[in-house]
């Protein structure tokens, strides 16, 4: 069976533009320093932010002390926004794609409903903001005994 599933582009998209939102406004940070907050793949990465630059969403600084920063405000930047930049605009099925591909399209029942269904996503996605997933998100922290886990359940052993 097959499951409908936001991508993992759009995942990482968001949250790389939660790490860069908890940073000073205008911060530039390294690619690198996402991916090993967030636990990555820096070249998937690097992939992604060049969508999100091209939609406006970040903008890359080059040379020493290089990186991206927020071209807006994180309260400014809808999960919608992320998702268009990373997969274009949202069509749960043919019929509602830009450009329908549906001979049906006309009299068809079920279009109604994925229209309702893809509008009530949209809904949710548009009024999230990155600034609302920042309070919500925990980076990741190396865990001594292997692998990453949540900043907010990573056990810290007591100093002798």
């Known amino acids: 069976m097959k499951n409908m599933q936001i991508t993992r582009a759009v995942e990482y998209g968001a949250m790389g533009l939660i790490c860069l939102a908890r940073r000073a406004p205008g911060a530039t940070v390294m690619l690198d320093e996402i991916s090993q907050e967030e636990g990555i793949p820096a070249s998937f990465l690097a992939k992604i932010f060049q969508n999100l630059a091209k ?53 068809c029942g079920l279009c109604g409903v994925f229209e309702q269904a893809q509008d009530q996503v949209k809904e949710v996605f548009s009024r999230t903001t990155i600034a609302d997933l920042v309070k919500k998100h925990q980076p990741l922290r190396h865990d001594p005994r292997g692998g990453n886990v949540p900043a907010a359940s990573a056990i810290s052993k007591p100093t002798r």
């Open 55 to 107: 939609a406006g969403l970040t903008r890359s600084v080059r040379g020493t002390g290089g990186g991206f920063i927020l071209v807006r405000e994180p309260d400014q930047i809808s999960l919608l926004d992320v998702f268009e930049a990373i997969e274009g605009k949202i069509a749960l099925q043919r019929c509602l794609q830009p450009t329908p591909s549906c001979e049906r399209q006309e009299g």
